[in-house]
C-alpha cells in the first residue's frame, strides 16, 4: 500500500497538541509527587497504576468535597504513603473550582483474614489444571 504524499496542516497541530498535553500530565504528576507526596521516589507510570486507579467515594458537604480512598490490602506499600500524608494534605487547606476545600480520607485497612487450617486445606496449587494430589 502506498503511504501518504501529503502531510496536512491539522496532522502536525494535533501532534504538537498532542505532545504538549502529555508533557503537562507528566509534570503535572512529577508535581504532585513532589509537593503532595513528600517527594515520593516513584515514576508516572506506578504513580497511576498504584495511586490515581485506586477506587474511592466522593462527598459533597457546604464547605468540603471529601475524597475517600478504598484501602488496597494488596499495595501496603502506597496505602501507608497515602495514609502517611493525607493529614499534611488537609492541612493545605486546597481550594476546588467550586470554591469548597479538598479533603482526602483512606478507609481503615479490612480486618486480617483468618488462616485455613491446615488439616481441610488440600497441599496443590490452585493455579494448575488437573494436578494429581
Given at each position: 500500500?502506498?503511504?501518504?504524499?501529503k502531510i496536512f496542516a491539522h496532522d502536525v497541530e494535533l501532534d504538537s497538541f498532542?505532545?504538549?498535553?502529555?508533557?503537562?500530565?507528566?509534570?503535572?504528576?512529577?508535581?504532585?509527587?513532589?509537593?503532595?507526596?513528600?517527594?515520593?521516589?516513584?515514576?508516572?507510570?506506578?504513580?497511576?497504576?498504584?495511586?490515581?486507579?485506586?477506587?474511592?467515594?466522593?462527598?459533597?458537604?457546604?464547605q468540603l468535597e471529601i475524597v475517600t480512598f478504598e484501602y488496597n490490602r494488596r499495595?501496603?506499600?502506597?496505602?501507608?504513603?497515602?495514609?502517611?500524608?493525607?493529614?499534611?494534605?488537609?492541612?493545605?487547606?486546597?481550594?476546588?473550582?467550586?470554591?469548597?476545600?479538598?479533603?482526602?480520607?483512606?478507609?481503615?485497612?479490612?480486618?486480617?483474614?483468618?488462616?485455613?487450617?491446615?488439616?481441610?486445606?488440600?497441599?496443590?496449587?490452585?493455579?494448575?489444571?488437573?494436578?494429581?494430589?
Open positions: 500500500m502506498e503511504g501518504r504524499s498532542c505532545n504538549l498535553l502529555n508533557a503537562t500530565f507528566v509534570h503535572l504528576i512529577q508535581c504532585v509527587l513532589k509537593e503532595l507526596l513528600d517527594d515520593a521516589k516513584m515514576d508516572p507510570n506506578t504513580f497511576i497504576e498504584r495511586i490515581v486507579c485506586l477506587p474511592g467515594r466522593l462527598r459533597i458537604t457546604p499495595d501496603p506499600e502506597a496505602m501507608s504513603l497515602l495514609m502517611s500524608r493525607y493529614d499534611a494534605i488537609n492541612a493545605m487547606k486546597l481550594r476546588m473550582r467550586s470554591g469548597k476545600i479538598l479533603r482526602i480520607a483512606v478507609d481503615p485497612p479490612p480486618p486480617k483474614r483468618p488462616k485455613a487450617k491446615s488439616g481441610n486445606s488440600k497441599k496443590r496449587n490452585r493455579f494448575i489444571r488437573n494436578q494429581v494430589t
